[in-house]
């Protein structure tokens, strides 16, 4: 039987929420056209025998069980396992609103189908801000997409929430890159948009993104290794689209020291004082973001004279001074909030 909807679910000890997930999946009202592919990542904490459990009560459920290999060798694994026309890509933690797949496809089949979701910490969705929902030609809204890409917008960089063409990813060899802990689904998603000529925005909500403290994309401290990895990936990106390079270029430069400048202000406040003050160090001895920050325009007009304090540190690289500024900053809007 051909699959509509290959749902590809990576699990690694997430017992707690894994029920939750695949449960949503089968409560849809098109459930037995579809497939569930349990991917378990060597888990240690009896996840691989739910998956097993949920296998054995339902013949379009599959199970593969890998060693730890990280969350793209299992997306990865459960491509190579799909028959459906379209794969979904489903996060443990998360879940599929009722009839999820039904309001997706019942909006009219393009190459890509992105729907609009909800989140227990606030609706994160914009993409309603860029595009009217419906059916885009891509070369039609090409540099509407690009400012997406290119700046930090965050819709198109997640793999969830999101239907995609099963044909278009093995014609094209596209993958998740494998040992990257973060921005694997960024590589991926923006990969596939190459090859895309049309792409559907459904403004009703298919998805549930659940943050709790072991989600791999909550606040992360250490940040900056991401920050350059994203910069770089996407510079090389844009090198092959035909776009305003200027533009673009400046786009990504704006968002690449706005994250890293968020980097500086997050290890400050919530890492250990010489812990802190070496990462800060760090960052400002890269040359890219130090030769970057110091030929921007960004910081050029500032509104404080805390402002104009940080760039004159970070100009004279003074990672002490920079940690000191904003642990005071930080302990006045505490001593404000207190009254």
């Not at 349990?38 to 240690?44: I, K």
């Not at 673009?248 to 980097?263: P, Q």
Request: proline share 1%; with cysteine; charged share 25%.
């Amino acid at each position: 039987m051909k699959r509509k909807v290959s749902v590809i679910i990576p699990v690694y000890n997430c017992s707690r929420y894994l029920s939750r997930a695949v449960d949503s999946v089968i409560n849809q009202s098109d459930f037995f056209e579809n497939e569930i592919i349990l991917v378990d990542d060597g888990s240690t904490d009896g996840s691989g025998d739910i998956c097993d459990k949920y296998a054995s009560e339902y013949d379009n459920i599959t199970v593969v069980h890998q060693k730890n290999s990280g969350v793209s060798v299992a997306r990865n694994n459960g491509i190579l396992k799909a028959e459906g026309e379209w794969v979904f890509f489903l996060d443990s933690d998360d879940y599929v609103l009722d009839n999820g797949f039904s309001v997706m496809l019942n909006q009219g089949e393009a190459d890509i189908i992105c729907a609009n979701y909800d989140s227990n910490v606030s609706d994160l969705s914009n993409f309603e801000s860029t595009f009217s929902p419906g059916i885009h030609r891509v070369c039609d809204v090409r540099e509407k997409l690009n400012w997406i890409l290119a700046s930090s917008n965050q819709f198109f960089y997640s793999c969830w929430s999101k239907l995609f063409r099963l044909s278009i990813i093995k014609e094209n060899g596209i993958e998740f890159p494998a040992g990257r802990k973060y921005a694997e689904d960024m590589v991926f998603v923006f990969t596939y948009l190459l090859h895309c000529e049309t792409l559907s925005l459904v403004s009703e909500k298919a998805y549930f993104y659940y943050v709790n403290e072991g989600n791999a994309t909550s606040v992360v401290v250490d940040s900056f290794d991401v920050v350059n990895f994203i910069f770089v990936w996407k510079s090389e990106y844009f090198k092959g689209i035909d776009c305003n390079k200027d533009q673009v270029g400046s786009w990504l430069t704006s968002s690449y020291l706005y994250k890293a400048f968020c980097s500086i202000k997050t290890a400050a406040v919530h890492m250990k004082a010489w812990e802190s003050i070496r990462y800060i160090s760090e960052i400002l001895n890269t040359d890219m973001f130090y030769s970057l920050y110091v030929s921007s325009n960004e910081y050029k007009t500032f509104k404080t004279k805390t402002d104009a304090l940080l760039d004159k540190f970070i100009r004279k690289k003074k990672p002490i001074m920079i940690f000191l500024v904003f642990r005071i900053n930080e302990l006045k809007i505490k001593l404000l909030s207190a009254r």
